[in-house]
């Protein structure tokens, strides 16, 4: 049974960092490109990053470009989302996904999803 577990959210003020975990269980993705989404109260999910497989292929959402920082590790089955210079409208559950490629994790579909983990900013 596959499983995606998220780590690292929590409470941070406006202009910090959070590092977010996402670790892969029961089966290995290669050839699959893992993501991040999140979803703010009120509003639809929304594509943050996602990266391929070898690392070669990165898309991130305008509104975090320059910002956050995805990156994977495969020996480990584990993709990460470093988050610097946080704003409060960053604030959501951040989802973890693995989907078949980055251009498709960019339109929302994915073939798993985590269960999320909440990251508040504090003005």
């Known amino acids: 049974q596959v499983q995606l577990v998220e780590s690292g959210g929590g409470l941070v003020q406006a202009g910090g960092s959070l590092r977010l975990s996402c670790a892969a269980s029961?089966?290995?993705?290669?050839?699959?490109?893992m993501g991040w989404f999140r979803q703010a109260p009120g509003k639809e999910r929304e594509f943050v990053a996602a990266?391929?497989?070898?690392?070669?292929?990165?898309a991130y959402a305008d509104s975090v470009k320059g910002r956050f920082t995805i990156s994977r590790d495969n020996a480990k089955n584990t993709v990460y989302l470093q988050m610097n210079s946080l704003k409060p409208e960053d604030t959501a559950v951040y989802y973890c996904a693995v989907g078949i490629g980055v251009g498709v994790l960019n339109r929302g579909q994915a073939d798993y999803w985590g269960q999320g983990t909440q990251v508040t900013v504090s003005s």
């Open positions: 990266v391929s497989w070898s690392g070669g292929l990165i």
């Open positions: 029961g089966r290995t993705f290669t050839r699959n490109a």
